[in-house]
């Protein structure tokens, strides 16, 4: 349903996008990470806080905070809403939830992994990530890791998953092309 309604919006909102521009959009709106922000901002966890009677309070803290459990609820609440209400109303709302994140995704950089890639590939350069430092426990990973081009890093990011920080380390990479030639400086 989530999927369906984001799709149809994108499709009704940007009818001249292409088919691959559209569904980067869509998959990241519709993305786990997304998921549980929108749940956060509806505030699902915590009313699953406020409903748990037994369950441990650290333990049900880590459960309200993960993206896991936040994305699950939006999922079930979004079942809930359309059993209630039919498929109509539900895609309202949900459009309307995920707009902030429609209107993101359709303007910037959603997936700097795949753009680096694409722009490298223009030149028949490749992209290699370096995991750089693994800090905190099991439960609380922290990475830092580096984009490197020609064996020279260009970028470096961090983040709470090892996908995040090289995210972030191909942004910034990005962030360095020439807009003019989209390319990168030769090796």
């Known amino acids: 349903m989530l999927e369906l309604a984001i799709a149809r919006t994108l499709y009704d909102r940007y009818p001249d996008a292409s088919e691959g521009r559209l569904a980067k959009i869509r998959a990241h ?3 786990r990470a997304s998921c549980a922000a929108v749940s956060r901002e509806l505030g699902l966890g915590d009313l699953l ?10 333990e049900l803290q880590r459960i309200s905070l993960s993206r896991n459990v936040l994305a699950a609820l939006l999922e079930a609440a979004i079942a809930a809403v ?14 309307e939830a995920f707009d902030d994140r429609i209107a993101f995704a359709s303007t910037g950089h959603i997936d700097a992994k795949t753009e680096l890639q694409e722009a490298l ?3 028949g ?5 370096e995991v750089l430092e693994v800090t905190g426990p099991a439960h609380e990973r922290r990475f830092v890791c580096a984009a490197l081009i020609d064996g020279v890093r260009l970028g470096e990011g961090s983040g709470t998953t090892k996908k995040a920080a090289e995210q972030e380390a191909a ?17």
């Open 29 to 31: 709106v519709v993305s």
């Open 121 to 123: 590939a223009r030149s």
């Open 49 to 58: 806080t406020a409903r748990a009677r037994d369950v441990p309070v650290p």
């Open 171 to 187: 942004a910034e990479v990005l962030a360095s092309l020439d807009p003019a030639t989209v390319s990168l400086p030769a090796p």
């Open 125 to 129: 350069r490749i992209v290699h990530y």
């Open 82 to 95: 359309y059993l209630e209400v039919g498929f109509d109303a539900t895609c309202v709302a949900i459009v």
